[in-house]
């Protein structure tokens, strides 16, 4: 199963020196069926960029909590086996899986990244999480705005080069 797992760039950077994200359960973001039928209309690459953007969205709040961290959001795609992976967020949470095992860095299949461009934009979207969260319709606007970057796709040997 492809699975979409947030992270940041010294998330990243520990999994490289580790070999594995983890421990157990890692928090992912999938094609559920939850999803499917959530989004009945969409194949599986709309899909797909669904549980992606939820992951962006999960990288972003790692970076509110992480001052320190690049202002990048970070999202590594990984492939796991189906038995591995649960799914209980329902409707409430369509795309939220948990993978039952640490995930060994030979899973990872890709890295989505944003742009250097970006930067700004993504901090101050990362600022504003916690006045969103209070319902600040300005910061929402912030947070929201953070979608507007596209990810950067990364192959897997170019994914040390961004944390050097």
Do not use: C
């Given at each position: ?36 039928e959530w ?12 549980a ?113």
């Amino acid at each position: 199963m492809r699975v979409y797992l947030p992270a940041t760039l010294p998330a990243l950077a520990r999994l490289l020196r580790t070999g594995q994200i983890g421990p157990a359960p890692v928090r992912g973001f999938a094609v559920t069926p939850a999803l499917r039928e959530w989004y009945a209309s969409g194949d599986l690459e709309e899909l797909e960029y669904v549980a992606m953007t939820h992951a962006a969205r999960a990288s972003l709040r790692m970076l509110a909590d992480d001052p320190v961290a690049p202002r990048r959001r970070v999202v590594l795609a990984v492939d796991v086996p189906d038995d591995q992976v649960d799914h209980n967020g329902g409707f409430d949470e369509p795309t939220v899986v948990e993978i039952q095992a640490p995930v060994p860095v030979d899973r990872v299949v890709s890295g989505h990244v944003d742009d250097l461009l970006a930067v700004t934009d993504i901090g101050e979207a990362a600022d504003a999480v916690p006045a969103a969260d209070k319902g600040d319709d300005d910061a929402q606007f912030l947070v929201d705005g953070a979608e507007g970057h596209e990810l950067l796709w990364y192959a897997t040997q170019e994914l040390a080069y961004l944390v050097e």
